[in-house]
Structure formats: C-alpha cells, structure tokens
T-cell receptor, first 112, second 115 residues
Framework: RKEVEQDPGPFNVPEGATVAFNCTYS??????FFWYRQDCRKEPKLLMS???SGNEDGRFTAQLNRASQYISLLIRDSKLSDSATYLC?????????????FGTGTRLKVLA | GAGVSQSPSNKVTEKGKDVELRCDPI?????LYWYRQSLGQGLEFLIY????????KSGLPSDRFSAERTGGSVSTLTIQRTQQEDSAVYLC?????????????FGPGTRLLVL
C-alpha cells in the first residue's frame, strides 16, 4: 500500500462546478499536510496547508480527518484555470527523521 | 526576490556517464530538498538538507546517487554511471526552515534523459 494515495482521475468537470478530491495516508504519525498544484511540465506550487480545524482560501477548502487518515480538497465554482494536477503531500516521521511524501496526483480538467 | 533555480534545465547523457545537477535555493533558506519525478509518476523524495547536513540519505535510489551542500546554499546532486531508469525530472525545493509547516518552494527542475 502506498503511503499517500490519490485517485489519479482525470476529473472532467464543467466550468462552475464543485469538485472534491480525497487523499488517504497510511502513517498515523504524520504531522503536516498540504495540497500542491502542478501544471503540465511545471514545478509544483503550494496551494494550501491543511489544518486540523479545516481551512478555506477563496474557492478552495481543505479538510483533515485524522481518525480516518484522509485529507480533502474542495473547489467551488471551478474555473478553466483550475485545470491542473493536484498533489496531496504528507510530512511523516520515519526512522527518526522526516520525509515529505507526495501522492501521484489527481488530474482535474475544467471544461468550457 | 529570486526563486529556486536549477541548472541545467535539460541534460541528455549517455548511459554510463556521470552527471551533476545544481540547485540554488532561495537566499536565506536553510532547508533544501531533492525530488525525482518520473513520467506519469508522483514525486519521489530523495534527500533533504538542514544547513549543510543531510540527516537521512535512505531515500537516494542507489549508491550511484550522492548529494552535497556547501556554505548552506548551493547543492549538487550527482549521479554516477547513469542508467536509463535515471531519466526523470529532478526537482529541488527550499524552505526557510525545517519546520512542520514550512512551505517548500520548488525550482523548475532539471529534465534528465539517459540514452
């Protein structure tokens, strides 16, 4: 089982739609969580950190469920420019040190 | 201010040759990370530096891979005797500190193709 798992998609949604992605992680000692966005052939860029209480940034809402070990990202009122791959990232303690584990990403395509 | 820069942006090499990839982190960032992204795959965490020290090298794929950082700034990732399976995009990132919630800023990557 992968440490961080995501549905690869693609999710094809019309403009204006609401779309949600989930990501599960296996290490219960994971400490911090992030969503990154990666455009085709570009480097990943931080979209938002994910806090235990949930957090919102404009049209984007992130949630963390430690009991079930998953995080989610909700995008409301999708724009064409939201088309990208969304990477779930978990910072986990392992063997006395820490590692950032990236999921393989969920591809989103917003259609006109 | 300048972001993370990497060089070269593209590298084509022959199997068996050594390559050296360079990363210039954001000025003042003490933590530096190396990742590898193969076609259609997620990012694979290779190694990180706190200052000049790499606490855990277990993420490096084989002993052909090594990395160093000097002066708390520039880092180089060296791949000796390259193999075709080393072909990937090598991404470097930096963050201000090695803290739980520090944001990583990525460079544009070096696309390595081993023929």
């Amino acid at each position: 089982r992968k440490e961080v798992e995501q549905d690869p998609g693609p999710f094809n949604v019309p403009e204006g739609a609401t779309v949600a992605f989930n990501c599960t992680y296996s290490n219960s000692a994971s400490q911090s969580f992030f969503w990154y966005r990666q455009d085709c052939r570009k480097e990943p860029k931080l979209l938002m950190s994910v806090y235990s209480s949930g957090n919102e940034d404009g049209r984007f809402t992130a949630q963390l469920n430690r009991a079930s070990q998953y995080i989610s990202l909700l995008i409301r009122d999708s724009k064409l420019s939201d088309s990208a791959t969304y990477l779930c990232v978990v910072k986990s303690a392992t063997s006395g040190t820490y590692k950032y584990i990236f999921g393989t990403g969920t591809r989103l395509k917003v259609l006109a | 201010g300048a972001g993370v820069s990497q060089s070269p942006s593209n590298k084509v090499t022959e199997k068996g040759k050594d390559v050296e990839l360079r990363c210039d982190p954001i000025s003042g960032h003490t933590a530096l990370y190396w990742y590898r992204q193969s076609l259609g795959q997620g990012l694979e965490f290779l190694i990180y530096f706190q200052g000049n020290s790499a606490p855990d090298k277990s993420g490096l794929p084989s002993d052909r891979f090594s990395a160093e950082r000097t002066g708390g700034s520039v880092s180089t990732l060296t791949i000796q005797r390259t193999q075709q399976e080393d072909s990937a995009v090598y991404l470097c990132a930096s963050s201000l500190r090695w803290e739980v919630r520090e944001t990583q800023y990525f460079g544009p990557g070096t696309r390595l193709l081993v023929l």
